[in-house]
């Protein structure tokens, strides 16, 4: 199921980011968290399962585009279908917006949007 984020997930959900490839320095990570609390067009949701937090998806809206900032599974959990679902439940929370990529996550979307 798919969570808004809030300040209370704050630990796991950076966890969760540091797995992008992109967000290995600390630094950055941080920089990225906040961003996601302060921007108004950036979104972060968290994938609950059985009361784990077990992946991320972060959105930066642009005029009617939703773009995939952000996605990530925790390494236990991967290759079961909880990216996919991720993908498919935020396009829920944007209906009539165009979904796009960034180049670290477009062959990802790609896949996800294939079926
Ligand atoms: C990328 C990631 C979120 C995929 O999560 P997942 O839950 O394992 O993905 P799913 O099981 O839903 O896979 C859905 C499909 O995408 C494919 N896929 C998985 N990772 C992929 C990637 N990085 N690029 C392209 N396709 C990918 C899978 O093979 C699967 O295809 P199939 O159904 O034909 O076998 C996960 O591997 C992860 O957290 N990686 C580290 C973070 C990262 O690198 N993010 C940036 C890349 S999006």
């Known amino acids: 199921m798919l969570i808004r984020y809030k300040k209370s997930f704050e630990k796991i959900a950076m966890g969760l980011l540091s797995f992008m490839p992109d967000e290995k ?5 941080q920089q990225s ?4 609390e302060t921007e108004e067009s950036k979104h972060l949701f968290l994938w609950k399962e059985d009361d784990d937090f077990i992946g991320l ?3 930066e809206v642009h005029g009617n585009t939703a773009v995939l900032v952000d996605v990530s599974v925790n390494p236990s959990h ?3 279908g909880v ?3 991720m ?3 935020v ?3 944007y209906p009539g917006y165009e979904f796009d990529a960034r180049k670290e996550t477009a062959q990802f979307l790609a896949k996800c949007m294939d079926c």
């Open 25 to 29: 320095d600390i630094k950055k990570l």
């Open 83 to 85: 990216g996919r679902m």
């Open 91 to 93: 396009r829920g929370f």
């Open 33 to 36: 968290m906040k961003s996601y």
């Open 87 to 89: 993908v498919t439940s």
């Open 78 to 80: 991967r290759g079961q």
């Open 57 to 59: 998806i972060g959105i």
